[in-house]
């Protein structure tokens, strides 16, 4: 008999059904399709239901073949109206549920009209929705400062001729091993090897959306105004020739530092400060995400110089040979945030 895999909500949702229903024909199909999802067999879980296995099997292709818990048609048998329905969209436009039997505890408490489980998964794949992540967004972040800043630097961009224009920022990878999604074979529990070692690297980057394989990255021991400095004479030796070089960066307080705003001074570095709250607006951060892709997700690293090792190898010798290849990733297609609702 065909394995079935249940994803977690499709496991909530059958127990909480399996909790709430009265009828024991519903019970046991439920049982029948949970026990299977764990490995059982069909005389294991005919023996434990004291059911025949013919009728294990017919329980488990119902529910394989169009998600029937019911002895009779599953689905339901109301229907709401269009304005029930308009609303219900506003409703779930506004409010996100983990689950949907939640959803169907709202539907009934409001309307007394009651769905199935798969009477309502059809129902919200009909009205275009899915069941994904919601996009987080920093509660602090300022639209009116972000669309500001994207109109002068829009201006900075046609102004400047033949000069650098950097975006720079901090990162802090660790050693523990970052789990990812992947593609996986349906019915296969692929392990990875995971540690939680915490020792973690202290990275600092300046990147030119003309040339990001030649983005300019160095490690330190720690992240302060003095070692920025450092990097901002590193920044001055990879453009000697250049009257001034205009640098992108956070409002950081060690990005604010006296001292350092007079080193800029210093090497003819001219400083702009994104709005507060705006990773959305550093294109450096999109680096650091196709760093991780290329050397955390879903890697164990037995040692830390190992996994400094490859950190270096995907800064010196990887991304100066992809970075041509990373434009549409890589750029100020600035993408603007909403106001969460």
Not at 117 to 126: A, E, M, S, V
Not at 208 to 226: F, H, P, T
Request: hydrophobic share 35%; no cysteine.
């Amino acid at each position: 008999m065909q394995k079935i895999t249940l994803s977690n909500e499709q496991q909530v949702n059958l127990e909480h059904l399996h909790a709430n229903t009265r009828d024991g024909r519903v019970r046991d199909r439920i049982k029948a399709v949970l026990l299977r999802s764990e490995g059982w067999s069909t005389p294991m879980i005919a023996q434990a239901l004291r059911l025949h296995e013919t009728s294990i099997v017919r329980h488990i292709n119902d529910y394989l073949k169009k998600e029937k818990l019911k002895p009779e048609n599953g689905g339901s048998n109301s229907y709401l109206s269009r304005i029930q329905t308009e609303k219900l969209i506003q409703h779930l436009m506004e409010k996100t549920y983990q689950s949907s039997y939640e959803i169907i505890e709202y539907i009934w408490a409001t309307y007394e009209i009651k769905f199935s489980i798969p009477g309502l998964n059809k129902w919200l794949h009909q009205h275009d929705f899915s069941y994904k992540k919601p996009k987080g967004v920093p509660h602090k972040f300022d639209p009116e400062k972000q669309a500001e800043f994207i109109e002068y630097y829009t201006k900075l961009k046609a102004q400047v001729v033949d000069e650098p224009i950097l975006f720079i920022d901090a990162m802090h990878p660790t050693q523990a091993t970052k789990v990812s999604s992947g593609w996986i074979k349906t019915g296969h529990d692929k392990s990875i090897e995971t540690t939680g070692s915490r020792t973690r690297l202290n990275i600092v980057g300046a990147i030119d959306l003309n040339d990001i394989g030649s983005a300019i990255v160095n490690r330190y021991d720690k992240v302060n105004s003095e070692t920025i400095q450092e990097f901002f004479e590193t920044i001055r030796e990879q453009y000697p020739s250049k009257k001034d070089i205009h640098l992108i960066l956070d409002g950081a307080g060690y990005h604010r530092a006296k001292d350092l705003k007079e080193k800029a001074v210093e090497l003819n570095i001219k400083l702009y400060y994104l709005p507060p709250y705006s990773p959305n607006l550093n294109p450096i951060e999109r680096l650091w995400k196709v760093m991780n892709e290329h050397v955390r997700d879903n890697q164990y690293f037995a040692t830390t110089k190992e996994f400094r090792d490859k950190i270096d190898e995907f800064f010196n010798q990887t991304l100066p040979e992809i970075g041509d290849t990373l434009g549409s990733r890589i750029n100020d297609n600035f993408q603007v945030l909403n106001p969460a609702s």
